[in-house]
């Protein structure tokens, strides 16, 4: 993972690829599995950022939640003109006008996505899940809100990550990858986004 964090936020001199913006607190061991995954399904560099305040104008005092399209468009606002894509990342819970909580959100082909790791840590009781089952938890949420952001609509195959989850069961249902058909969507949809650009890796070939 790439971490020179200067480089690409808001002021930064060079157009970045995928960046990873913790919203308050967030776990070093969260954030950098986010990074490695992301940069080894896209294989594009992804930058760390420095952490941020979650937008004030996203709480919603009524239901104590943030609203996850607040937030997407702050994140949009502020950094898609430097930066392909980016992802929050917050330990808050978050919500949109229609469902009581999400994982994560994203607009279809939109520049920001975000996603939560507040109903994450739960088990099928009370207790707390192993961090291993946290990460790997956190690691779907994030590959499948950033497939929509390359316009990857839900996929019904199989145990794919594109899968989508309504409750915890559902999302751990799901596995960490991506199917043949979604992954040659994502792998075209990349290489699109890079045409034009002089700094990018090199194409990638549909699998
Ligand atoms: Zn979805
Ligand atoms: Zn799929």
Do not use: W
Not at 16 to 39: E, M, N, T, W
């Amino acid at each position: 993972m790439n971490e020179s964090h200067k480089e690409v936020g808001p002021g930064a001199t060079r157009q970045g690829f995928i960046a990873v913006v913790p919203l308050g607190k967030v776990g070093i061991d969260i954030l950098r599995v986010i990074g490695d995954s992301l940069q080894g399904i896209l294989r594009l560099p992804v930058d760390l950022l420095d952490t941020e305040p979650l937008p004030p104008d996203a709480f919603m005092e009524s239901r104590n939640q943030h609203n996850a399209m607040t937030i997407i468009k702050h994140l949009s606002n502020h950094y898609s003109r430097h930066t392909m894509k980016v992802l929050g990342v917050t330990n808050r819970d978050i919500c949109n006008p229609i469902l009581t909580y999400v994982f994560g959100e994203a607009y279809m082909g939109g520049s920001a996505a975000v996603l939560s790791c507040y109903r994450l840590y739960k088990g099928t009781e009370s207790e707390f899940v192993s961090r291993e089952i946290l990460l790997e938890r956190i690691v779907k949420v994030a590959l499948h809100e950033i497939g929509h952001t390359f316009n990857l609509p839900h996929c019904h195959t199989g145990r794919c990550v594109m899968r989508a989850s309504h409750n915890l069961a559902e999302l751990d249902q799901k596995l960490n990858y991506l199917c043949d058909y979604c992954e040659m969507f994502l792998s075209e949809a990349v290489n699109e986004a890079l045409k034009g650009r002089d700094d990018a890796p090199g194409h990638i070939d549909p699998l």
